[in-house]
T-cell receptor, first 113, second 116 residues
Framework: QQQVKQSPQSLIVQKGGISIINCAYE??????FPWYQQFPGKGPALLIA?????SEKKEGRFTISFNKSAKQFSLHIMDSQPGDSATYFC????????????FGAGTRLAVHP | NAGVTQTPKFRILKIGQSMTLQCTQD?????MYWYRQDPGMGLKLIYY???????DKGEVPNGYNVSRSTTEDFPLRLELAAPSQTSVYFC???????????????FGNGTRLTVT
């Protein structure tokens, strides 16, 4: 119940296209859903995050869509660019206690020119 | 403005050897963490610390030890290296608990460890 399932494992998109990465969870106590972006040779960095009281959050070309009833959330990258090529991790946590982040397995995105 | 600094960047160990992965942060964060990253497995929490002198186990603590004598430093110790510990190790810090909305994790650039 503590897992976060992420798909696809890898994704190839043409420049200008839309990249979509999906995550699903079981624990209804999760109340914080961030996405981290990791470039080769670097540590992950927070990209965007959402709380379950909203269904969508947009920051520039990056949008999180959240479906509480389906227990799913997704990252959409509009007008994908080669510079977006990276590994993306979704994560989730609960607000109580220590609230450790549970990470998905990651999606390796390649945006071809 | 260094953030989280990890050393070394790469290391090869023989089975049974010991080593310490170093981690230091200059953001005065109370919370620090060690993760390992394996292909297709995401990030798994090894140990974490909520402040100097306080540490606790994460999801995968076996074979590792940590200490936190200062706010800045959080070294990870491997006592008897095993091939299963071949991985990329990331240290991270946060101002507040990592699961809070306004408390992102700040990661170092990792240590790639190979045990043969």
């Amino acid at each position: 119940q503590q897992q976060v399932k992420q798909s696809p494992q890898s994704l190839i998109v043409q420049k200008g296209g839309i990249s979509i990465i999906n995550c699903a969870y079981e624990n209804t106590a999760f109340d914080y859903f961030p996405w981290y972006q990791q470039f080769p040779g670097k540590g992950p960095a927070l990209l965007i995050a959402i709380r379950p009281d909203v269904s969508e959050k947009k920051e520039g070309r990056f949008t999180i869509s959240f479906n509480k009833s389906a227990k799913q959330f997704s990252l959409h990258i509009m007008d994908s660019q080669p510079g977006d090529s990276a590994t993306y991790f979704c994560a989730a946590s609960t607000g109580g206690g220590y609230n450790k982040l549970i990470f998905g397995a990651g999606t390796r995105l390649a945006v071809h020119p | 403005n260094a953030g989280v600094t990890q050393t070394p960047k790469f290391r090869i160990l023989k089975i049974g050897q010991s080593m310490t992965l170093q981690c230091t942060q200059d953001m005065n964060h109370n919370y620090m963490y060690w993760y390992r990253q394996d292909p297709g497995m995401g990030l798994k929490l090894i140990y974490y610390s909520v402040g100097a002198g306080i540490t606790d186990k994460g999801e995968v603590p076996n074979g590792y030890n940590v200490s936190r004598s200062t706010t800045e430093d959080f070294p990870l110790r491997l006592e008897l290296a095993a091939p299963s510990q071949t991985s990329v190790y990331f240290c991270a810090s946060s101002y507040l608990k990592s699961g809070l909305y306004n408390s992102p994790l700040h990661f170092g650039n990792g240590t790639r460890l190979t045990v043969t």
